[in-house]
């Protein structure tokens, strides 16, 4: 199954001819890339990388390092979520505006280069979730050819490792925005204050962590086998984490979970 799964991706690519990758450098839009370029081909192929305030610097550095490894064609552009209308408030619509954004800087790529399509890396399990993204992508006609070949994440994780992709077992990632309570104006010192928070967190052997941000609260979020190494080092995290802004540092007994933001939404 998930062989014909991969050639149906193949099928898809070679069918769109010549693609624009949206490429965050995470799992998904790796994945997308390397199949991208074997298939297509280097000059058929362009990765594009959106380095904003909700990005942080070291996606940026791997994000680099994985183009080159891929052999990829690779250009970053600068943007900036902050400025982008409706973005700050923090709504239900979020993604939705800053999918747009993201889009609306790639076609120019797409049309004045001679390419086909802007491809970005949803995926099947995205149809399960809250996604506003996808209504953004629907409207500029760019497409998700990991979904449409209805590839699912573990399996974009194990044929990632079958072809020797070091993102295989990386830990899912979304923009700093997303750890920031919905209604609560987003700005660039909270965004600056939850990325040193997961950096430190991560310094520990933390591989999967996020510090939900509810006003002066910090949530943590991690795998429930990670917990102990926060209780074990609750002192100095609650130091560190107070140093740069909080004033309650609490853990999560529910353990990290995808998108937890969004159960108020529901």
């Known amino acids: 199954m998930i062989n014909e799964k991969y050639q149906k991706l193949v099928s ?7 693609v624009v990758v949206a490429f965050s450098g995470g799992v998904d839009s ?4 390397k199949v991208a370029v074997d298939t297509l081909g280097t000059d058929r192929v362009l990765a594009v990388t959106a380095d904003s305030e909700t990005y942080p610097s070291s996606e ?31 709504d239900r619509n979020r993604c939705y ?7 609306e800087h790639l076609i120019p790529f797409m049309e004045k280069e001679g390419f086909q399509n802007v491809v970005y890396g949803v995926i099947a399990d995205d149809l399960n979730e809250f996604r506003p993204g996808m209504k953004a992508a ?5 497409r998700g050819p990991l979904q449409e070949a209805n590839l699912f994440k573990d399996e974009i994780r194990e044929l990632s490792r079958e072809f020797g ?3 295989w077992n990386k830990p899912s990632f979304a923009c700093l925005s997303s750890r920031i309570a919905y209604g609560e104006k987003i700005t660039i010192e909270k965004l600056t204050k939850v990325e040193k928070a997961e950096a430190y967190l991560k310094s520990l052997s933390i591989r999967q962590v996020r510090v939900r941000t509810h006003e002066e609260i910090a949530r ?21 984490l107070l140093s ?6 609490t853990l999560d007994l529910i353990g990290y979970k995808s998108g937890s933001m969004n159960k108020v939404l529901s």
């Open 12 to 18: 898809i690519l070679r069918e769109m001819n010549s």
């Open 30 to 33: 790796t994945f997308l890339l």
């Open 60 to 90: 940026l550095l791997e994000a680099k390092e994985l183009a080159k490894r891929i052999g990829a064609n690779h250009r970053v552009i600068e943007t900036s979520e902050l400025a982008i209308p409706g973005y700050t408030e923090n």
């Open 97 to 103: 505006f800053c999918k747009s954004s993201l889009f």
């Open 138 to 142: 629907k409207e500029r006609g760019v």
């Open 165 to 167: 992709l070091p993102t």
């Open 220 to 240: 943590i979020e991690v795998e429930p086998d990670d917990m102990s190494i926060v209780l074990e080092h609750h002192e100095e995290i609650s130091k560190e």
């Open 244 to 249: 740069y802004g909080y004033k309650y540092i």
